[in-house]
Nanobody, 115 residues
Framework: QVQVVESGGGSVQTGGSLRLSCEAS????????MTWYRQGPGKQREWVAS???????NYADSVKGRFTISRDNAKNTVYLQMNGLKPEDTAVYYC?????????WGRGTQVTVSS
């Protein structure tokens, strides 16, 4: 069984910063890709950023240049540094973990950006 737990959400004003963390735990984890998604109020869940186990990153156009995804493979943890936050970044942020045998979601962490 794999547990995925996000943390670091909160409320900030426009232009502020937050750092999200997501830790995956379980036996014999071999995580390929770790991904952040988000779902804003009244919106569909959307992809934000991904990072492979070799450190290759990809970002949605809406966050490119403002968000940075990174990863600590030894800790099975992925981070999302969010700078220059905008009200439209308000959402529940979810972590998605891909291994050779399964995929798992966390329960999410709320990010609220006020103008």
């Amino acid at each position: 069984q794999v547990q995925v737990v996000e943390s670091g959400g909160g409320s900030v004003q426009t232009g502020g910063s937050l750092r999200l963390s997501c830790e995956a735990s379980g036996s014999s984890l071999h995580i390929n890709v770790m991904t952040w998604y988000r779902q804003g109020p009244g919106k569909q869940r959307e992809w934000v950023a991904s990072i492979t186990n070799s450190g290759i990153t990809n970002y949605a156009d809406s966050v490119k240049g403002r968000f940075t995804i990174s990863r600590d493979n030894a800790k099975n943890t992925v981070y999302l540094q969010m700078n220059g936050l905008k009200p439209e970044d308000t959402a529940v942020y979810y972590c998605y973990v891909l291994t050779p045998l399964r995929t798992d979601w966390g329960r999410g962490t709320q990010v609220t950006v006020s103008s």
